[in-house]
């Protein structure tokens, strides 16, 4: 009788406990979900405004050229042989033009076309789901940005759903047009131009999905938070895109078996091999290991570059010699370059030794030709017996950079500088007291990185106008520079 109460409570005691553990870990929940930042919800918003206002936005400025062009074609092959126009535009087929019609009406492009699997995407989605989900716990500002951010994701798929369904229509289109019309009309500039403006299209859209798929600092610590709960792990498993597509029909937990995937390895253990390696390498084996990761990374890109130069890419452009200008397809803020660069002027009999240090912006043209404009303040050092830091005046630049190797560049630019002390602004607008320099020269690469600066570069310049300066300033001069992205 004795040995049955003591089962009896003991098995009482370890309910007790389950019950504890399971409202402790309530209460964990609550309280790690209550450290969602606002500023998450906010993030994700903004992201997926802005990547659906750009599909959006170069999808339908690309199908109005398309269209446009596609309709040149056809009035030249109306002409020509009205039996390629018919097999080409006739028996309504999709064409550019319909194409266009239908997103303006707001319709499907392609009928039945699935998206390609995102992972980002996927882990997104299901995060704001589970967010939804659990909308009893959370902070009532975040309840109604959630739901309004998935309904706005919803409308991104469908954004996307159009795009990548265009993509494949213009390639099975573009060649269609190439294949039956240049036999008539040869190579024609409309062509030509469906072509190019096709590849860039293209890669447009690439460069969009990096960028929305770059995680941001929130994003990241969010990530962190929701990770701690057991919950949204189980969650992710059963509701993700990526679990559904592997998802057995009877299986309870709705989870493939796992012994199909022994033998694979996985992200951790990848991750804990690489830290032993590194570990093994010495103190410094960390440091090397991340210069040769950005060395890697860098020849990537190197490789990437010349095979689009080439010609090779997945938008299978046609024009022979086509050598892309892969500025074309990114944003204007990835155009944009951020710069520094300081100079030394050796004293005289008028004036001391000055530092020219320069704040340059420069936008990149094309894949070989920047231009830009920077702003100087000159600072006096005074002389080698006796150093004084003072104010020796401003100046303003413009200049143009034209790529001629790897690593050798040609440069030129405009200057003007004012070598006086600013009592009054109105001083500034009186161009005769301002000195002018024509310069050209070579800028010279280095593979130099550090923490603040992404790159270096040594240039060499020739004033053309050094002898109109009084007095006469030195013909040569030598900058540093340095860039920030």
Not at 251 to 263: K, Y
Not at 351 to 358: C, F, G, H, R
Not at 442 to 456: A, L
Request: with cysteine; hydrophobic share 35%.
């Amino acid at each position: 009788m004795r040995i049955k109460w003591l089962f009896i409570t003991f098995l009482a005691v370890c309910i007790f406990q389950n019950c504890i553990a399971q409202v402790d870990s309530v209460f964990q929940t609550l309280e790690t979900l209550q450290k969602i930042p606002v500023k998450y919800i906010n993030t994700i918003e903004n992201k997926i405004d802005k990547y659906s206002s750009r599909i959006t936005g170069k999808t339908e400025k690309t199908l109005a050229k398309l269209s446009r062009w596609e309709n040149k074609i056809k009035d030249i092959l109306d002409k020509v042989s009205p039996e390629t126009s018919q097999k080409l535009f006739g028996n309504n087929l999709t064409t550019f033009s319909t194409l266009l019609k239908r997103m303006q009406e707001g319709k499907i492009l392609v009928e039945g076309y699935k998206t390609r699997y995102n992972e980002y995407r996927d882990k997104l989605s299901t995060s704001i789901k589970y967010l939804e989900a659990m909308e009893d716990s959370l902070n009532r500002n975040l309840v109604q940005t959630i739901v309004n951010t998935k309904r706005k994701l919803n409308r991104l798929e469908e954004e996307i759903t159009k795009s990548e369904s265009l993509e494949t229509f213009i390639k099975e289109r573009k060649k269609l047009l190439i294949n039956e019309a240049i036999k008539y009309i040869g190579k024609s500039k409309y062509l030509t131009k469906i072509d190019k403006e096709a590849y860039y299209y293209i890669e447009t859209l690439h460069n969009y999905k990096e960028i929305f798929t770059d995680k941001k600092k929130a994003e990241v610590l969010v990530g962190k938070i929701l990770n701690k709960i057991p919950a949204y792990r189980n969650f992710m498993e059963k509701n993700s895109m990526l679990a559904s597509l592997f998802y057995i029909p009877g299986n309870s937990s709705g989870l493939v078996n796992a012994q199909n995937f022994l033998g694979l390895q996985t992200r951790a253990s990848v991750q804990a091999l690489i830290q032993n390696r590194i570990a093994s390498g010495g103190p410094n084996a960390n440091e090397i290991f991340k210069q040769h990761i950005q060395q890697g990374q860098a020849q990537l890109n190197q490789l990437k570059e010349k095979i689009i130069n080439a010609g090779g890419s997945n938008s299978d452009a046609n024009i022979p010699n086509f050598k892309p200008n892969l500025q074309k397809s990114k944003t204007f803020l990835q155009r944009i370059q951020f710069g520094s660069n300081i100079q030394f002027t050796k004293n005289n009999t008028f004036i001391p030794t000055i530092a020219d240090i320069a704040m340059v912006i420069g936008y990149k043209l094309n894949d070989k030709s920047t231009i830009g404009l920077g702003a100087v303040y000159k600072m006096g050092l005074g002389n080698i017996q006796k150093i004084s830091i003072s104010h020796q005046g401003i100046g303003l630049r413009s200049f143009i950079d034209w790529k001629l190797k790897k690593q050798i560049i040609i440069s030129g630019g405009f200057e003007m500088n004012y070598l006086a002390q600013i009592k009054k602004i109105s001083q500034l607008q009186n161009f005769n007291i301002w000195q002018q320099s024509g310069l050209i020269g070579i800028t010279k690469k280095i593979n130099i990185t550090t923490k603040f600066f992404k790159g270096t570069s040594v240039q060499l310049l020739y004033d053309m106008l050094y002898r109109t300066h009084i007095p006469i300033s030195q013909p040569i001069l030598l900058r540093t520079g340095y860039s920030f992205n």
